[in-house]
């Protein structure tokens, strides 16, 4: 579940702008209980940001290249896993491709065994550097370490629940 206020997208640890005339993609291959896909049309980019639970070793470094390289086996790594910070936020940025894809991944340390992860991907051999395109360039730039822990989650707002019982959402603010 996401939280729209004052012209921001609010996951629970972090916020960002959209840009104007961005697609929203309520449907993204991975399901998220914190995220969402985007379409930028003229960048031809699709973005996806997200909160998940993919720190397995307590090492997002370790486990970033584990989940792109190892586990995949699909990718070509482009640059080395670099150190970044976005708004507050600190953790790991990597460019890598496949033969039709540029790619740029960032995984963010966020509170308890969660990361924040954002993935970009273009078609291969676009206008350079994905990471420095205008538009990402501007969500970027927009990022702000949050602290929502009580943000409702998609599980938690669905009213019938694996096990068949009835949950209510609990108020924000």
Request: hydrophobic share 35%; aromatic share 10%; with cysteine.
């Amino acid at each position: 579940m996401l939280l729209y206020k004052d012209g921001r997208i609010y996951l629970r640890y972090l916020s960002f702008i959209l840009l104007e005339g961005c697609y929203i993609n309520p449907d993204p291959g991975v399901i998220y209980e914190y995220g969402m896909g985007i379409w930028l049309e003229n960048e031809k980019m699709t973005l996806e940001l997200c909160e998940d639970n993919r720190c397995e070793t307590g090492d997002i470094r370790v486990d970033m290249e584990k989940f792109i390289f190892e586990d995949s086996g699909s990718f070509e790594q482009d640059t080395p896993i670099t150190e970044v910070e976005l708004g507050g936020l600190k953790g790991y940025e990597v460019l890598y491709h496949t033969t039709s894809k540029d790619m740029y991944e960032i995984w963010f340390e966020l509170p308890g065994d969660d990361v924040g992860v954002i993935v970009t991907e273009c078609p291969r051999a676009g206008k350079g550097n994905v990471k420095e395109r205008p538009g990402l360039r501007d969500i970027f730039d927009s990022i702000r370490k949050e602290n929502i822990p009580d943000l409702p989650s998609n599980r938690s707002i669905n009213p019938l629940h694996a096990d068949g019982e009835f949950n209510e959402a609990k108020p924000l603010f």
